[in-house]
């Protein structure tokens, strides 16, 4: 598919009840209101109410990214070794059950507020030494340290919306209404809304946020920092990216196309040998890109698919400037046949959607 200019769509109001999100992932008032009096106990008033707002969501926002990126990177850690943590954290700060006890009736907070802050403290020790591994000098081990912990901060930035009078943009790319959107703006969406979960949808085929989330951080791996904080330079891209698999898809179907996965497994394994001599390298790859094995076999599979539809396109031509005016037809049809199967949500439309659809609340 060809990439054009796209027309970005206002972002979303944020649902009832939210102050904040990170990706799918909603950050409730109800939560910031807990972890504000948890603050406040600990605080004792001397902290100004904004630089109090700005540290508690703050840290509401950084769970959640460390979350994602513990998903993103396969790190984990386990519930014994929470509690582990957690038994830890009283024998430092409280010398006995019943002052710990009076702790939380005081404060607010809770044993599973505590043990969460023990998570987040590991999950966070476990990706700093991830984010290192395989440097041999202290030069090395810094320099991938700053680097990685960059694109950690830009790309979960760029999945961060935060609700109007709880912006801070060291935490939040963009601000967006608490409320819901208005029956105005609500009306210039054409069709039922997508279902839970989902970005667009091509004819009956779903495009989830997991996914197009998945392929921001590997645009923005990809990138390199060559794009700014301002995610209208990826979004697009990656949309586009993900509608061509589905448009690829259905053509296939009608024209009757078709790869078999032994036929994906060889191209596989000769692109690999041919780019990546060395297992290492690969695996090196995998890592600097965000990408799966399962990922690039989903990009091969798509390559075959088009090279096949192509060669169906113009096999009635005799010369090399017939096929060029046939494929050159083919792609106006091709192109016209599927956006008008496309619709995307609003925040996510481009150029290849023929529908601006509210996303579910």
Not at 328 to 348: H, S
């Amino acid at each position: 598919m060809l990439l054009t200019s796209s027309l970005l769509a206002a972002s979303t109001a944020l649902a009832p009840g939210l102050v904040a999100r990170v990706a799918d992932r909603p950050i409730y008032k109800t939560e910031y209101d807990h972890w504000t009096a948890i603050y406040d106990f600990g605080d004792e008033g001397e902290t100004k109410p904004a630089q109090r707002s700005e540290e508690v969501l703050g840290l509401l926002i950084v769970f959640n990214w460390y979350d994602l990126e513990a998903e993103r990177l396969n790190v984990s850690v386990s519930p014994a070794e929470v509690r582990r943590g957690v038994t830890e954290a009283k024998a430092d700060e409280w010398d006995t059950e019943a002052e710990f006890q009076e702790y939380l009736r005081k404060s607010g907070a809770t044993v599973a507020d505590l043990e969460r802050s023990v998570r987040f403290e590991l999950l966070v020790e476990r990706i700093s030494k991830r984010y290192v591994a395989g440097a041999k000098t202290d030069a090395d081990r810094s320099r991938l340290y700053v680097r990685n912990a960059r694109r950690f901060e830009a790309r979960f930035r760029r999945m961060t919306a935060c609700g109007t009078g709880y912006f801070y943009k060291d935490y939040c790319v963009k601000e967006v209404p608490l409320a819901a959107a208005t029956p105005a703006s609500a009306s210039r969406a054409a069709g039922p809304p997508l279902a839970p979960g989902l970005v667009a949808r091509v004819a009956d085929r779903p495009i989830y946020k997991t996914d197009f989330d998945h392929w921001m951080v590997v645009a923005d791996m990809a990138a390199d920092g060559e794009v700014g904080d301002d995610p209208a330079e990826l979004r697009p891209q990656v949309m586009q990216f993900l509608l061509s698999f589905h448009w690829i898809d259905l053509e296939a179907e009608r024209l009757g196309v078709n790869v078999s996965q032994g036929a994906i497994d060889t191209a596989f394994r000769r692109q690999k040998r041919q780019s990546f001599p060395k297992a290492t390298d690969f695996e090196k790859y995998l890592a600097e890109s965000g990408q799966t094995v399962e990922d690039i076999k989903r990009r091969v599979r798509i390559d075959l698919l088009s090279n096949g539809i192509r060669d169906r396109a113009v096999a009635r031509a005799k010369t090399s400037e017939g096929q060029q005016r046939l494929l050159e037809r083919y792609v106006v049809r091709f192109t016209n046949r599927y956006r008008r199967q496309t619709a995307c949500g609003t925040g996510y439309v481009t150029e290849d959607c023929v529908k601006e659809v509210p996303l579910s609340a």
